[in-house]
């Protein structure tokens, strides 16, 4: 079973029924990019539906293209998911990405991969 992707903008894992995505240092995510991620995840899930923990500290930037079509079609075969986040401006870009668009499924940022999965446990 593949348990493991990357692409140019992100790596992959599967890993104790969470769905672990990495993006890389400064990416920059439009829309092409966007819908590559999601193809990508989906690809390594085969259907099945999992908890999926973000870590963005490597976003240099999304338009808001991505932004919408990762908070619509990114939440297809997500329970819930929890964004990795490590200073005041990717806080800040992820407080704004939940106000403006209202992601279908449970979501949240956290400091720490503890708590994130912490958070997440519950919708294994």
Same mark, same amino acid.
């Given at each position: 079973? &593949?348990?493991?992707?990357?692409? +140019?903008?992100?790596?992959?894992? !599967?890993n104790? +029924? *969470?769905?672990y ?5 400064? $990416?920059?995510i ?5 819908v590559k *991620?999601v193809? #990508?995840? %989906?690809? !390594? ?7 999926? &923990?973000?870590?963005?500290r =490597?976003?240099?930037?999304? +338009? ?5 079509? %990762?908070?619509?079609? =990114?939440? %297809?075969?997500? @329970?819930a ?7 005041? %401006?990717? =806080?800040?870009?992820?407080?704004f990405y939940?106000?403006? +668009?209202?992601?279908p ?5 956290? !400091?720490? *991969?503890?708590?994130? @999965? $912490?958070? !997440? #446990?519950?919708y294994?």
């Amino acid at each position: 079973m &593949l348990n493991n992707i990357e692409n +140019n903008y992100a790596s992959y894992r !599967l890993n104790d +029924n *969470i769905v672990y995505i990495r993006y890389h240092i400064q $990416v920059t995510i439009d829309i092409e990019a966007a819908v590559k *991620i999601v193809e #990508d995840r %989906l690809t !390594l899930q085969k259907g099945e539906s999992f908890p999926v &923990l973000c870590d963005i500290r =490597g976003v240099k930037e999304i +338009n808001k293209s991505a932004r919408d079509y %990762l908070a619509l079609e =990114g939440s %297809l075969f997500v @329970k819930a998911v929890a964004f990795i986040v490590d200073n005041p %401006l990717s =806080g800040t870009m992820t407080k704004f990405y939940l106000k403006a +668009n209202k992601p279908p499924v449970p979501t949240r940022a956290f !400091l720490t *991969i503890e708590e994130a @999965k $912490v958070f !997440l #446990d519950e919708y294994r």
